[in-house]
T-cell receptor
Framework: GEDVEQSLFLSVREGDSSVINCTYT??????LYWYKQEPGAGLQLLTY?????DMKQDQRLTVLLNKKDKHLSLRIADTQTGDSAIYFC?????????????FGTGTRLKVLA | EPEVTQTPSHQVTQMGQEVILRCVPI?????FYWYRQILGQKVEFLVS????????KSEIFDDQFSVERPDGSNFTLKIRSTKLEDSAMYFC???????????FGPGTRLTVT
């Protein structure tokens, strides 16, 4: 079955890089997403990657995909206190005709000043 | 920028009561979703809706749940007889045809006492 796993917490110092990890199990082609949730707010899409890609970079964000291990990571360069939030990894298998999302538990990132 | 809105932000209800959670998707979006997140657990898919009918539902979405698009703008989730275990954050999402990216609302926190 489909499952997405993430570590629950990450703490980094301001200015350092953050790396948030995610593993997924679906063997079909899939879209993989990173969402950010700040307190009281909805889920904000940060970036996404298709499962036939290795890497995607968007300003301070770098997504790396290891297809063999089904491992996805989100690297945030020069982490700021405003990056403190919960980060969700999600996959959307193309075999699902509705492109529903399967989410991980979310990783709570705390940035220390 | 257009966004998905949800009302109310917090709903408290007694066990056995009916609740209706409301969502206003982005106006040109055609695909609609409900997800929920029980405190400390994963965000779980409930149902997807397209062309005025359910296109997929999860095991969670039993006979106590229903969805409706009563007019051109609202998308509602009804729980007929709430249970304690229905206490969760409920997220609405929508997407436009041709894109797999879902836009999420801020969520409604449902507390069943």
């Amino acid at each position: 079955g489909e499952d997405v796993e993430q570590s629950l917490f990450l703490s980094v110092r301001e200015g350092d890089s953050s790396v948030i990890n995610c593993t997924y199990t679906d063997s079909s082609s899939t879209y993989l997403y990173w969402y950010k949730q700040e307190p009281g707010a909805g889920l904000q899409l940060l970036t996404y990657i298709f499962s036939n890609m290795d890497m995607k970079q968007d300003q301070r964000l770098t997504v790396l995909l290891n297809k063999k291990d089904k491992h996805l990571s989100l690297r945030i360069a020069d982490t700021q206190t405003g990056d403190s939030a919960i980060y969700f990894c999600a996959e959307s298998p193309t075999t699902s005709g509705t492109y529903k999302y399967i989410f991980g538990t979310g990783t709570r990132l705390k940035v220390l000043a | 920028e257009p966004e998905v809105t949800q009302t109310p932000s917090h709903q408290v209800t007694q066990m056995g009561q009916e609740v209706i959670l409301r969502c206003v998707p982005i106006s040109n979006h055609l695909y609609f979703y409900w997800y929920r997140q029980i405190l400390g657990q994963k965000v779980e898919f409930l149902v997807s809706f397209y062309n005025n009918e359910i296109s997929e539902k999860s095991e969670i979405f039993d006979d106590q749940f229903s969805v409706e698009r009563p007019d051109g703008s609202n998308f509602t989730l009804k729980i007929r007889s709430t249970k304690l275990e229905d206490s969760a954050m409920y997220f609405c999402a929508s997407r436009v045809q041709g894109s797999y990216e879902q836009y999420f609302g801020p969520g409604t926190r449902l507390t069943v006492t």
